[in-house]
């Protein structure tokens, strides 16, 4: 064996990371060993407190320290609303835009029968307590142009229609089949401009 | 701000891991939140005991949980040969041509005065104490191809030629300007083999 017990550990909890391949997994762990003890415990509390105090919000289901979250309970945001999201980096690609004002609802995750996934595993109950509350007037899905977010779109639409709220469906300004954290910020924009009644 | 506190933090700190940029740090931060307490603290347990287990090796200032370390002490290495080595990664790579038998020294480092390393820094004094230990025949200086490798190789086998020990320089077959831990390992074996008197 080449590497120690706790060396080989180190390397394989970092190989399991996303985009992170064995060479890259190797110097990682160096890197972890040239910190002096302070710099290490600084990593392990980032890990710690992350995973301690970020939550979902109660009320739209995005990732949170407080509770209801920033944009939640911003007064400027236009409660009337709802722009509803795959994924918490989906939020974060949209604020970065910064021309959306309204509310967002992050279902976590799209209906995927071969993943396993149905609707009850994803936060659809939770979007339709808020638009039972009255106050909403739009909801805009923005889910991933995927096959499986677009049936996700469809199939939440539906169960909207008898609340008479307005559901509209971001534009393909999107490339199909790709993925909607990495599209540029105009092309982001021009979606959301160009959507339209489902 | 687009991120929590603690996301932020936990961004920060996987951004300044060697080869990770933003995007990677925020995918990484990601997979945190999306493991398990349980897998969460596996990630935290394998950096906490790598930093508590892991030392320098008495004698031969290799990374190791054991002391001495497994080579060190393992009765076929021939107790003869020492090859000096930059940095515990460059043991790994010789260690993986399964043709080098003897032990190791690593230095931690090349002398570089625009660095502010001076001699004093690496591990040049524990070298000359296992010499003068009148047991090792030959040297090789496996110092990395590059200025202050080579300087560093200089520098020592200078200071060793008082102890009448053959010092040998590991031969160029590796590309000159490289760095010691990529090299292919026929060039490695072919720049052990064909080493020369200094």
Redo the contacts between chains.
């Keep these: 064996m ?6 080989s ?2 390397i ?2 970092f190989q399991k ?4 391949g064995h060479k ?1 997994a ?8 040239s ?1 002096s ?1 302070s710099e ?1 415990q ?3 509390n ?9 939550h979902y919000c109660s009320v739209c289901q995005n ?3 407080t509770d209801p979250c920033d944009i939640c309970s911003n007064h400027k945001r236009d409660k009337s609303v709802i722009c509803v999201m795959e994924q ?2 989906d939020v ?1 690609a949209l ?2 835009t910064r021309e959306y004002y309204g509310l967002y609802h992050v279902l976590h995750g799209s209906i995927s029968p071969s993943d396993g996934i149905s609707p009850e595993d994803l936060k659809i109950k939770e979007l339709l307590q808020r638009i039972a509350g009255g106050e909403i007037k739009e909801v805009i899905m923005a889910n991933s142009p995927s096959i499986e977010g677009e049936a996700t779109a469809m199939y939440i639409s539906r169960l909207l229609k008898p609340f008479g709220v307005k559901v509209t469906r971001i534009a393909y300004g999107l490339p199909v089949g790709g993925d909607l954290e990495y599209a540029d910020q105009i092309t982001l924009v021009k979606a959301i401009e160009g959507r339209h009644e489902i």
């Design positions: 080449l590497y120690t017990a706790s060396f550990k180190l394989e909890v990371m996303p985009g992170i890259s190797v110097r990682m762990a160096y890197y972890i060993l910190l003890d290490a600084e990593v392990v980032a890990i710690t407190n992350a995973k301690e105090k970020m990732l949170t320290e918490p980096k974060i604020e970065k």
